[in-house]
């Protein structure tokens, strides 16, 4: 409560005019809230990966809050639903991801709707928990950092590319304007390989999901960067970045750390013997009940969605 009441008092006054801005586009808070729909119909076309046809229209993915593969029927839903891990988008398409466990056949794409001013709230929210606003205050009293007119040239950048590359990469607040085909995205890719390197945080936004992959997709040739490193958010427009934010390597990885080597699930047999009970470890030599391996215990939790 005390740090609260001290950071109110010396948090600048543009913070609460901004806050009491945001406050006025949350719209009425509402008693129902949305519910799974189903979307579209999905088409199995790999393990673990599904087709979602959009030639009647866009589905705005961004703006829902879960996706799922799940039978059309609505109680069927709740007792065999996928999670959607990730979403590639295409032109008339979309390719998402789920557990390759998935049925082959009679699911269909579901999807929650953000609720009415969900974006709004955390927005205000965000702002009434901010602290020291740190290099925003620059902005709002229009102290910019200066651009060095000459800096150090870096390998396969021309000069301007070099002086836009220091001042993404050094601390201040600059401003850097890149017209069209003067390598931005090169510019980019380079400056958060670096910043990575050195242990920072990069938060990179753009107006559409191309320009965001094209920056990674340097990123992701420069340094093979390991599950968890780059996050994603919203449908990936490049394959590459899909596969490279998908679960695959991050549960290989587990199995290595377990004991057990990953295999595909196609090399799984189609059907099982069915246990006389769904917790029995099994029978070992002699009649006497065996302990599951590692490996079974990760086959086990494998299909868990």
């Known amino acids: 409560m005390l740090r609260s009441m001290l950071e109110a008092l010396v948090r600048p006054s543009w913070v609460e005019q901004v806050t009491a801005a945001a406050q006025t586009l949350v719209p009425p808070d509402r008693r129902d809230r949305p519910r799974p729909r189903p979307v579209a119909q999905a088409r199995r076309v790999d393990d673990g990966v599904y087709a979602v046809s959009t030639a009647r229209g ?25 999670r959607v891990t990730a979403v590639e988008e295409g032109r008339s398409e979309l390719r998402v991801r789920v557990a390759p466990h998935a049925p082959h056949t009679g699911l269909w794409l579901w999807g929650t709707a953000r609720a009415a001013g969900y974006l709004e709230r955390n927005l205000v929210e965000c702002w009434k928990n901010l602290g020291d606003p740190g290099l925003a205050s620059q902005i709002v009293d229009g102290i910019l950092t200066p651009i060095l007119s000459t800096v150090n040239r870096a390998p396969g950048l021309s000069s301007d590319q070099a002086r836009a590359y220091h001042a993404c990469t050094t601390s201040g607040e600059p401003m850097v304007w890149g017209p069209p085909g003067t390598g931005k995205t090169t510019v980019l890719a380079r400056a958060i390989d670096a910043l ?20 990674l997709l340097g990123v992701v040739v420069a340094r093979d960067p390991p599950a968890g490193e780059l996050v994603r958010v919203g449908p990936p427009a490049l394959a590459r970045i899909a596969q490279a934010g998908g679960r695959p390597r991050r549960s290989h990885r587990w199995r290595r750390r377990l004991g057990a080597a990953p295999t595909r699930p196609s090399h799984r047999p189609r059907t099982r013997p069915t246990p006389r009970h769904p917790a ?26």
């Open 280 to 305: 029995s470890p099994g029978i070992g030599a002699g009649g006497r009940p065996r302990r599951p391996t590692r490996g079974e215990r990760v086959q086990r939790l494998a299909p868990a969605s």
């Open 196 to 215: 990575l390197t050195r242990g920072k945080r990069v938060l990179l936004v753009s107006a559409t999901n191309i320009a965001v992959d094209n920056a």
């Open 58 to 82: 866009p589905i705005g993915v961004d703006t829902m809050i879960d996706l799922h593969l799940a039978p059309r029927e609505p109680d069927a839903s709740d007792r065999m639903a996928y």
